[in-house]
């Protein structure tokens, strides 16, 4: 079908859940920017954990979607418009990129660790 990007992640995250980790380490590392930026107002640290959050937000729903319409689609595979949603990741990523530059400390380096690896699994074994 037009409206679905064939891939097999879907069908062996379902065999084997734990192969989404790399998602929830994102989503849980994104919030952790997202809330951590916006108490000690840091603009670039909260704008790359929203974008991340949205990236998350917009994919989780996007799948919960296409399976309450039809539960055997994910065995083909992903909605088409989650890999534009990988984009929002990949600002994620350079807006913590951009926050590492301005202050090297651990949890920026670890931030775009994260997101880097994300955007690997994502782009590289996902879509």
């Given amino acids: 079908p037009a409206d679905v990007r064939v891939s097999g992640a879907p ?12 998602l929830a380490v994102f989503a ?4 952790a920017q997202l ?11 909260a ?19 296409m399976l309450s319409q039809n539960e055997t689609a994910l065995a083909v ?4 418009q989650v890999g534009l949603y990988g984009l ?3 600002a994620s990523a350079v807006l913590a ?3 590492l530059l301005r202050s090297r ?10 997101a880097s690896g994300f955007l690997v699994w994502w782009y590289a074994w996902v879509v």
Wanted: aromatic share 8%; net charge positive.
């Fill in 28 to 31: 849980l590392v994104s919030l």
């Fill in 97 to 99: 990129a951009a926050a």
């Fill in 11 to 22: 069908y062996q995250i379902s065999l084997s859940p734990w192969l989404a980790a790399p």
């Fill in 77 to 80: 595979g992903l909605p088409t």
């Fill in 105 to 114: 400390r651990w949890p920026q380096v670890g931030a775009v660790v994260v």
């Fill in 88 to 90: 929002l990741a990949a």
């Fill in 47 to 65: 704008f790359s954990g929203l974008a991340g959050a949205a990236a998350t937000g917009l994919i989780v729903q996007s799948v919960y979607g």
């Fill in 35 to 45: 809330v951590g930026g916006a108490l000690r107002g840091r603009a670039l640290t």
